[in-house]
């Protein structure tokens, strides 16, 4: 039984996609599609990233047009090449390509410094030397008008100067900033003269020291879109408001205009998705780092075993939307689930070993067996197995006393080895303490799979290994990060930490894992998919937990 969510497909066109047909078909860009991703590099990339990766490159790939890659790094103070390094790696990894398309906000420094002086000869930007604090004040608030600066009215001349001060490193930090002079009362609080440059005297990772004012978001992203010929500026909801702003900037410079369209972030519940919290967790050591295969980070979701196609099938089916919403984290699952269905070599491994000797079965015999690697796939092929006389199975394929329809393995009762024998479970060995510690079972010869002769049909069919070929090696194991559906609603989102999320234990495996490479991913047959972890060796076998075989906690749901 699969627990297929009930997310459907997004209809013909979605929103955004009008809103492009429509200007195509208006000639409003000259048929032109050009969209970009514009992180900043203060953090991991996460699944709501990805989100906006696949929609991007998406509406590119679809109507023949360009994707940007724009790292948008406008704060020295946060941002660092580590995260520019493993946002390429990400994006990349996501199949999105940008050709040479890679740039930079800071790579426009000179042109919207230049921006701002137009700006401010049109008389439409002043410096101000008002504190945080009285800009706030003076701001106003959503139902009472702002009050004007005292500063608001410096003639040109003296702006210029200012504003040159400024960038020459005249001024503390914090003792003026250069504001877009538009409108204190407007309804939107974004027109009420916004910062558009702040100093910051700190180390830019790519300009050095070139610069100690640096601008503020809203300035650079239009312009950055504008200058590099964006059609459709996709964003988040929560720039609706800003988007007067954006119209504005770019109005009054007479520059090239983008149309900005908002769409609603990805939610996904169980997990907490900013880069600032998800940071929180990696440098106060609630998880190992930002590849942490139970982060939500597209290097977390990497390394746990999640594929790529999964994460463009799951942000397929999740389309967009313009209202905020909370997808089901099993909706992921289900999509790495059917992903690795098809593509997952299957193998046999043993999480929790029960000791069974054949004793019937020649004593120090090796037998190869032919299993198949992928019944999804037949062309996937199959390979050799080793069959003795002495295996482990699965502690709970066994039962002392059995319920009724109890088709695995239980005192006078048989099964199917899987790719090999059918087997009678004649005695059944306990250490002092009752726990059972054996199984004596006796082999039908002529049962061997694929040439079976023997006219017995059994229910049940069991993995196993062979203890003397099995390799041992770690299993890490997975549960959600957080026990609550929204860890933000809490007063703070670490209490709702699962101290459970990882469990390591020691498990068998077939032999022809020997030589697995970090990032292979199996189907351990009636277990889950599984990974190579990177900290894998020959010899030290690390799998990670990927995603069980069905929903496991619509499961636990049914039960409650
Ligand atoms: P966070 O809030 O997680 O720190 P951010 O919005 O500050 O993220 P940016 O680097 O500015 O991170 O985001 C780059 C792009 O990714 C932006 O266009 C943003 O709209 C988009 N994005 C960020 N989070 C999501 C999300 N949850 N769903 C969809 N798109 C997102
Ligand atoms: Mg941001």
Redesign the pocket.
């Known amino acids: 039984m699969d627990h297929s969510p009930a997310t459907e497909p997004a209809p013909v066109l979605n929103f955004i996609e009008q809103i492009i047909e429509e200007h195509n078909l208006s000639g409003k860009y000259g048929g032109r599609v050009h969209t970009r ?7 991991y ?9 696949c ?2 490159y998406g509406l590119a790939e679809k109507y023949h047009g360009k994707f940007n890659l724009r790292f ?1 790094d406008t704060n020295p103070v946060t941002e660092d090449t580590e995260y520019v390094d493993a ?1 390429r790696e990400d994006v990349q990894w996501l199949g999105a390509r940008w050709d040479d398309r890679e740039f930079y906000a800071s790579n426009y420094f000179d042109q919207l410094y230049a921006a701002a002086v137009q700006l401010i000869k049109n008389g439409k930007a002043y410096v101000d030397d008002s504190t945080a604090e009285q800009i706030a004040e003076m701001k106003g608030t959503p139902t009472k008008a702002g009050i004007d600066s005292p500063y608001r009215n410096r003639s040109i001349a003296e702006n210029l100067s200012l504003f040159e001060q400024m960038k020459n490193g005249d001024f503390e930090e914090g003792t003026c900033t250069l504001r877009a002079r538009i409108d204190m009362a407007s309804p939107n609080m974004h027109l009420r003269d916004p910062i558009i440059y702040r100093i910051k005297k700190a180390h830019h990772h790519r300009t050095g020291d070139q610069w100690c004012i640096y601008p503020m ?1 809203d300035f650079a992203h239009g312009i950055s879109d504008s200058i590099e010929g964006i059609t459709h500026s ?3 909801l ?2 609706e408001v800003h988007r007067p702003l954006y119209d504005w900037i770019l109005a009054e410079l007479g520059n090239y205009q983008p149309q900005q369209i908002e ?5 996904l519940n169980y997990t907490v ?6 940071k929180r967790l990696v440098t106060e050591g609630y998880v190992k780092g930002w590849d942490d295969p139970r982060m939500p980070t597209v290097c977390g979701l990497r390394r746990r075993g999640y594929t790529a196609e999964a994460i463009r099938e799951f942000a397929r089916r999740v389309g967009v939307a313009k209202r905020e919403n909370v997808i089901d984290l099993s909706l992921l699952e289900f999509c790495v689930r059917e992903h690795l269905n098809k593509t997952a070599p299957r193998v046999m491994a043993v999480l929790d070993p029960l000791l069974l000797t054949i004793s019937n079965y020649p004593e120090n015999h090796t037998e190869w067996l032919a299993a198949e690697n992928n019944p999804e796939s037949p062309e996937s092929g199959t390979r050799q197995l080793p069959f003795s006389q002495t295996l482990y199975i699965e502690r709970d394929d066994f039962m002392e006393n059995p319920p009724k329809k109890y088709f695995r393995l239980y005192p006078g009762g048989m099964v199917r080895l899987k790719n090999a024998y059918i087997i009678r479970c004649d005695e059944v060995l306990k250490d002092a303490s009752g726990k059972v510690i054996e199984l004596r079972c006796s082999y039908i010869p002529e049962s061997k799979s694929g040439e079976d002769t023997s006219g017995i049909s059994v229910k049940g069919t069991i993995h196993w290994v062979s203890v003397a070929h099995a390799l041992s090696a770690e299993l890490r194991a997975y549960d959600r990060l957080f026990k609550d559906e929204d860890p933000m609603a809490k007063d703070n989102f670490l209490d709702s930490l699962n101290p459970d999320s990882l469990t390591v234990s020691k498990i068998w495996v077939e032999p022809s894992l020997s030589n697995t490479q970090a990032g292979d991913r199996f189907q351990f047959i009636r277990k889950g998919y599984y990974c190579t972890d990177q900290d894998s060796q020959p010899g030290q076998l690390v799998f990670n937990q990927t995603v069980g075989l069905k929903d496991s906690w619509a499961k636990e749901t049914n039960k409650r």
Do not use: W
Not at 37 to 43: A, C, K, L, S
Not at 45 to 53: D, E, N, W, Y
Not at 263 to 267: D, E, G, I, P
């Open positions: 991703f514009p992180p900043e590099p203060n953090g990339l996460h699944i709501g990233h990805a989100k906006s990766i929609l991007n948008d946002i978001y996709i964003c988040t929560e720039f769409f609603a972030r990805l939610n998705m900013s880069k600032r919290y998800l």
